[in-house]
């Protein structure tokens, strides 16, 4: 009997030590159940974020990268927004160049911009990005905007309809992309401008609607040095252009680092420091205070 008792007395310790270990392992399962549920809704939940973080990201190229400005499809006139903004606490401008990039204009801009802490905004010929991959980069590199400016830059064949139009912004868009290796900010600016009038003014009009549509920006110009309009301005008319045209607290100039930009390379000093002496700060144009803080 005291046998008996002994071995009852085992196995009864023997089924608590199971019956322990048993509520143990349970116990053990409903927190690693609640480990791996918290794991799962994490995952997910990032997954979420990730997707919405590109969709975010998607519309911040549409929307501007560095700004909070209105999305394209309800506003794509970007000079008018800059305009608009009112979110800066004082005057800003704009510089931009087009036609580029050229080795001996480009470069030239650089340095001065690069002397003078100055960022700005360059749209590019995509013939010419592919010519210049290097020059390209190294705008991208030191801080700069690269937006588009066709790919040929020729009137007649870009605007003659709008599949050819369409054609070269995709693969000036395409060029951007391969040198800069990131999706770039959808913003370009006509050859010619989007004006309402002269050569191709008409159709011109309805490639805004479409780019819209698209979610593409636009951007003429509300203050320029006259560059483009001749080759024989001297130093001293394109200062006083520029002068003359910036009559808003937020400008958007127009000049050019392209082959007729040579003179314009020579006074980007003078330009600045006028800017500057007129309490402007100077930023790109991806990079709008539309709205306050």
């Not at 794509?76 to 800059?82: E, F, P, T």
């Not at 931009?96 to 960022?119: A, Q």
């Not at 590199?141 to 790919?151: K, M, P, R, T, V």
């Not at 509300?222 to 002068?243: M, P, V, Y």
Request: proline share 2%; aromatic share 10%.
């Amino acid at each position: 009997m005291a046998q008996n008792g002994k071995f009852n007395g085992a196995l009864k310790s023997s089924i608590i030590c199971i019956t322990r270990r048993k509520k143990l392992f349970g116990i053990i399962c409903f927190i690693a159940a609640i480990i791996i549920a918290v794991i799962l809704v994490e995952s997910i939940t990032l997954e979420r974020l990730n997707i919405d973080g590109n969709a975010v990201s998607t519309d911040a190229n549409i929307a501007g990268s560095k700004t909070n400005i209105p999305s394209a499809s309800e506003q794509n006139d970007l000079v008018k927004i800059a305009e608009e903004a009112q979110g800066g606490s004082g005057k800003i401008c704009y510089l931009t160049f087009d036609d580029g990039p050229t080795e001996n204009i480009t470069v030239d801009v650089l340095e001065t911009l690069d002397k003078y802490n100055v960022k700005a905004t360059f749209f590019m010929v995509g013939r010419m990005i592919d010519e210049n991959r290097e020059l390209a980069r190294r705008v991208y590199d030191e801080g700069h905007l690269i937006a588009n400016h066709s790919y040929y830059h020729d009137y007649k064949a870009l605007y003659a309809s709008s599949d050819s139009f369409f054609n070269e912004i995709d693969k000036t868009f395409n060029s951007i992309r391969e040198v800069t290796g990131e999706e770039p900010f959808k913003l370009i600016r006509f050859p010619g401008g989007s004006y309402n009038y002269g050569d191709h003014a008409k159709v011109k009009q309805q490639y805004k609607a479409l780019l819209k549509q698209k979610g593409y920006y636009y951007a003429d110009w509300n203050c320029l040095d006259g560059d483009g309009e001749s080759g024989n301005h001297t130093a001293a008319q394109l200062l006083k252009r520029i002068k003359s045209t910036a009559k808003s607290d937020n400008v958007v100039v127009l000049m050019h680092d392209g082959c007729i930009g040579k003179t314009t390379a020579k006074i980007l000093p003078s330009i600045i420091e006028y800017f500057q002496e007129q309490g402007y700060e100077f930023r790109r144009l991806d990079e709008i205070p539309y709205y306050s803080d």
